[in-house]
């Protein structure tokens, strides 16, 4: 029921791109997107409800593909202080069910 | 400034020893939420409040309880129950009743067995 997080973790060096992806094995009718820095509380960056939208959040966008019941999280661009755990959060179509992912770590080197 | 207040931010239990967790918010937010966050994992949902008076059980309630009186407070007791309780546990509030609301997480309490 967890949302599974490709890759793990990534390792990036300022001004490359990154792609996080968030795969449900059930219907999904929204997903959220989490990053937490180390040993801090995480902290909300947008979320995406059924219909497919994308959304953007300056060089951070998401797309949401409920068919295939997945999330992809882009990062464009990326700077030092996009490092962090990275969730999502997804919330089921069958219910009051929400669930957050198993996190990727994004490391940005200089 | 709103916002969610965990306390304490360090706990220590003994063998055997029930503990609670505060969590108090003044946003006004209707839903209130508790997880657990071991290590190098991710969020797992312990129990969630969407209004005063009611709560449900989350993925691993086994071991905790939660009692939401006032629709600012939301806290947590962990019991003897919980044989593994060291954890960092984070509560979250959410504006309305829908899951599809963002949640504001407070700064956590650390969780340890002595």
């Known amino acids: 029921q967890q949302p599974v997080q490709s890759p793990q973790a990534v390792i990036l060096r300022e001004g490359e791109d990154a792609v996080i992806n968030c795969s449900s094995s059930?219907?999904?009718?929204?997903v959220h997107w989490y990053r937490q820095k180390h040993g801090e509380a995480p902290v909300f960056l947008m979320i995406?409800?059924?219909?497919?939208e994308q959304k953007g959040h300056e060089k951070i966008s998401a797309s949401f593909n409920e068919k295939k019941q997945q999330s992809s999280l882009y990062l464009t661009a990326s700077q030092l202080s996009y490092s962090g755990t990275y969730f999502c959060?997804?919330?089921?179509?069958?219910?009051?069910?929400?669930?957050f992912g198993t996190g990727t770590s994004l490391t940005v080197i200089p | 400034d709103g916002g969610i207040t965990q306390s304490p931010k360090y706990l220590f239990r003994k063998e055997g020893q029930n503990v609670t967790l505060s969590c108090e918010q003044n946003?006004?937010?209707?839903?209130m939420y508790w997880y657990r966050q071991d290590p190098g994992q991710g969020l797992r949902l312990i129990y969630y409040?969407?209004?005063?008076?009611?709560?449900q059980k989350g993925d691993i309630a086994e071991g905790y309880s939660v009692s939401r009186e006032k629709k600012e407070s939301f806290p947590l007791t962990v019991t003897s129950a919980q044989k593994n309780p060291t954890a960092f546990y984070l509560c979250?509030?959410?504006?309305?009743?829908?899951?599809?609301?963002?949640?504001?997480f407070g700064d956590g309490t650390r969780l340890s067995i002595l």
């Open positions: 059930k219907a999904l009718y929204s």
């Open positions: 959060g997804t919330e089921t179509n069958t219910g009051n069910q929400f669930y």
């Open positions: 946003l006004n937010h209707d839903a």
């Open positions: 979250a509030s959410s504006i309305g009743t829908a899951l599809n609301q963002p949640q504001h």
């Open positions: 995406l409800l059924k219909g497919g």
């Open positions: 409040s969407q209004i005063v008076n009611d709560f």
